[in-house]
């Protein structure tokens, strides 16, 4: 499997940004998917996920602002980040991996590379 993360950048506190995902992948609508980040000397924690079903899990620090969504037509998945914070600097990575569907809970399995969110004025 093949995961390209894009959409990233500069961006001021309180603006949006968009990330995509391409996957490349025959079983795309029959997986799960999900968002990390890593931010400078920290570790890399879960942003967002989605079933396979559309069901979704997000970290406190991004509920409300972020809205992961997957379009199995375009083998892709995205991330809205909205009203970004300084504290939302990272790269942001996509993965493929394990939804728990009772539990809400993701196991990434497999990574793509990074694109880095800078929130700055």
């Known amino acids: 499997v093949q995961l390209q993360a894009s959409g990233g950048g500069l961006v001021r506190p309180g603006g949006s940004l968009r990330l995509s995902c391409a996957v490349s992948?025959?079983?795309?609508?029959?997986?799960?998917f999900g968002w990390y980040r890593q931010a400078p000397g920290k570790q890399r924690e879960l942003v967002a996920a989605?079933?396979?079903?559309?069901?979704?899990t997000y970290a406190d620090s991004v509920r409300g602002r972020f809205t992961i969504t997957r379009d199995n037509a375009k083998n892709t998945v995205y991330l809205q980040m909205d009203n970004l914070k300084p504290d939302d600097t990272a790269v942001y990575y996509c993965?493929?991996?394990?939804?728990?569907?009772?539990?809400?809970?993701?196991?990434?399995?497999?990574w793509g590379e990074g694109t880095q969110v800078t929130v700055s004025s």
């Open positions: 993965n493929t991996g394990q939804y728990f569907y009772w539990s809400g809970k993701y196991n990434p399995l497999a």
């Open positions: 989605v079933s396979s079903g559309g069901r979704t």
């Open positions: 992948i025959s079983t795309f609508r029959d997986d799960a």
